[in-house]
């Protein structure tokens, strides 16, 4: 007769193996215990090193500038004898200005003239001088002759550049002994003539404009310069941009055409600009910053608080003063700036390390194989990183701890 199933077996199997899951959950839980308690009682470190950081802004704005626009009143062809920011004095002659298109292009004729003649000539002295060496460039053509006759590579490639050589001072022997002189006086012979037949043609000379008073002299004029002059600066307000910017875009910034030119007679020029009031709400008149023109030098130009306008719906106009010198900074009428308020030089280490323990600001630092506390003098913060001042407390190249769970000060880390 069979045998029933034996119920109470098959429950001792199955408890069997809840019994093993649950040993097996209970190692992975120690297991991963263990792991913590290993890999927490290692800390996160870094090393404090020396850095700087800059609070500064991004700003795009205008130039303002003390300087007075001469329109001579004149029709004709503007010829400046002076150059695009050059500095000049008062009375000196700036630029000519011919009454007809002939005249002007008469006069160009002859300036071209000279400078070919001057040319010339200067040549011409030169092989006056290479005269004398006709004898020592002989014996320099007979010196690379006996030279490669004493070597030993005689190759095809020796020759062709002992060819070359020869060739060079050949050419020099030929200008020396007047070969090629003759060409250059056939030349200069015919600009003699061509600069007496303008010269005798009645060319005008133009009329001599002066400059009104000194200063940095430019024939760019832009229509939006008259609303950028520097004694503006102390009543704008943030409305005034909308107008400047819808001026700019609506060809402010296009040179004139007219007679007209610019004597900037003051060195000192502003950029001014509108940020959020947020950004200089702690910055007074008179503060020192510093002015970088990316478009145009790396270098960073000393400026000045000059002026900051009452906020209006969060904005005020901020402008700064300098003196110092930007290439096409008293001709153009707008730019990209970065203005930085402040430069923080330091320690560097990572804001995360930073820990408030007793009311005290500070981090810990490794030595010796232990923990220690350490006050720090926060100068900057952000979310990344800190700048502290160095002193006895906190050095460069101490070993700064980031992350260490529970830590506290006297803790082993060996």
Do not use: H
């Amino acid at each position: 007769m069979p045998k029933k199933p034996n119920k109470d077996g098959r429950k001792f199997k199955i408890g069997g193996f809840l019994v093993k899951t649950a040993l097996a959950f209970v190692l992975v839980v120690i297991a991963v215990n263990v792991l913590r308690v290993i890999f927490d009682d290692r800390p996160e470190t870094t090393v404090a090193v020396s850095g700087s950081v800059e609070d500064s802004i991004d700003a795009e704005g205008y130039i303002f500038k003390s300087m007075q626009i001469v329109d001579p009143q004149m029709s004709g062809f503007l010829e400046s004898v002076a150059g695009e920011g050059e500095k000049v004095a008062m009375g000196e002659t700036v630029a000519f200005i011919y009454q007809s298109e002939g005249d002007y292009a008469q006069k160009k004729a002859l300036q071209d003239v000279e400078k070919q003649i001057a040319e010339l000539e200067n040549e011409s002295v030169k092989k006056e001088t290479y005269a004398s060496d006709t004898a020592r460039i002989e014996q320099s053509i007979l010196q690379e002759i006996r030279d490669f006759n004493d070597k030993a590579d005689r190759s095809p490639v020796a020759l062709a550049a002992l060819k070359e050589d020869i060739n060079k001072l050949i050419t020099k022997k030929a200008a020396a002994d007047g070969e090629i002189a003759d060409a250059q006086e056939n030349r200069l012979n015919e600009l003699y003539a061509k600069r007496t037949e303008l010269s005798s043609s009645g060319i005008s000379q133009g009329t001599p404009i002066t400059a009104p008073t000194a200063g940095l002299y430019s024939a760019r004029v832009m229509p939006i310069e008259n609303e950028l002059s520097a004694d503006k600066v102390d009543s704008l307000v943030t409305s005034d941009f909308d107008k400047l910017d819808e001026l700019y875009e609506n060809g402010g910034a296009e040179a004139l055409d007219e007679n007209v030119f610019k004597i900037v007679n003051d060195f000192k020029w502003y950029f001014v600009t509108v940020v959020n009031e947020n950004v200089v709400q702690d910055i007074k008149v008179g503060k020192s910053v510093g002015l970088r023109f990316f478009d145009v030098t790396d270098s960073t130009i000393d400026g000045e608080i000059a002026y900051i306008s009452g906020a209006d719906n969060g904005k005020c106009v901020v402008a700064v003063s300098s003196e110092g010198y930007v290439d096409s900074i008293y001709s153009t009428p707008r730019a990209s700036v970065e203005i930085v308020f402040n430069t923080y030089s330091g320690i560097k280490i990572p804001t995360e390390s930073i820990r408030v323990v007793d009311g005290v600001r500070g981090v810990y630092v490794i030595r010796n194989g232990y923990t220690k506390f350490v006050e720090v003098d926060l100068l900057y913060n952000d979310k990344e990183q800190s700048i502290v001042k160095a002193d006895e407390q906190l050095s460069m190249y101490d070993t700064v701890v980031t992350k260490y769970a529970n830590i506290r000060d006297g803790m082993s880390v060996r």
